[in-house]
């Protein structure tokens, strides 16, 4: 399986933009490229996914490399809330839809 | 709350006993999954089922472990014989759907073997 490379921790200010940088370079053309996140004492929850473009949804954005290489996650304005660890993760389609996860990145948000 | 629910929420029990963990999906969800999760490393896939079907077991599922989802809703997770290792988070997700679909996680339940 293609794997995803993080930072183990980051920080960012309350109410700043928040880049999480992932990078996958051997992304097979059929990976989808996935988002979640784990906040304290919770179970995953699903952020956002996409395929080449980039995305956006209520809760970020996903801006893809034109190679598909990498790519960021995007927290437009950070709250408290938004503390938690990220994970970036490959998906192949059509196949068993286990999750993979690897160590993902710890984002804490200063007051 | 129509979200995966787990029961129960913590356990604590002494290394060489049984227990046993029960997962509630989302209702109409056909996949559930089973992810363990040490402190520290992100989840790792345990087994799922698709309907009552057991599809797939890790290889980290050794035979103290047994998965079963008897009516395609609900699925207990049975440790037998417990040791100190496996002192996890154990965590419970479903999908609706087969290939590229978001997983719905449940709150998981915190074991921990004395």
Redesign the interface.
């Known amino acids: 399986d293609a794997k995803t490379t993080q930072p183990n921790s980051m920080e960012s200010n309350e109410e700043e933009p928040v880049h999480l940088p992932c990078n996958h370079s051997t992304i097979s053309g059929t990976d ?1 490229i996935h988002w979640y996140r784990q906040l304290p ?6 952020v956002i ?1 996409g395929l080449t473009s980039n995305v956006n949804n209520r809760m970020a954005s996903l801006a893809i490399a034109e190679d598909r290489k990498s790519s960021t996650l995007i927290l437009h304005r950070a709250t408290l809330r938004d503390a938690a ?1 990220y ?1 970036c993760i490959l ?1 192949y ?12 990145t710890r984002l804490h948000i200063l007051p | 709350d129509t979200g995966v629910s787990q029961n129960p929420r913590h356990k604590i029990t002494k290394r060489g006993q049984n227990v046993t963990f029960r997962c509630d999906p989302i209702s109409e969800h056909n996949r559930l999954y089973w992810y363990r999760q040490t402190l520290g490393q992100g989840p790792e896939f345990l087994t799922y089922f698709q309907n009552e079907a057991q599809l797939e077991k890790s290889r980290l599922l050794s035979d103290r472990f047994s998965a079963e989802r008897p009516k395609g809703s609900f699925s207990t997770l049975e440790i037998q014989r417990t040791e100190q290792g496996d002192s996890a988070m154990y965590l419970c997700a479903s999908s609706f759907g087969t290939g590229d679909t978001e997983q719905f996680f449940g709150p998981g339940t915190r074991l921990t073997v004395l």
Not at chain 1, 41 to 46: C, I, R, T, V
């Open positions: 989808y004492s919770q179970g995953p929850e699903y996914h660890v994970y998906r389609l059509n196949r068993d839809d286990k999750i993979i996860f690897g160590k993902g």
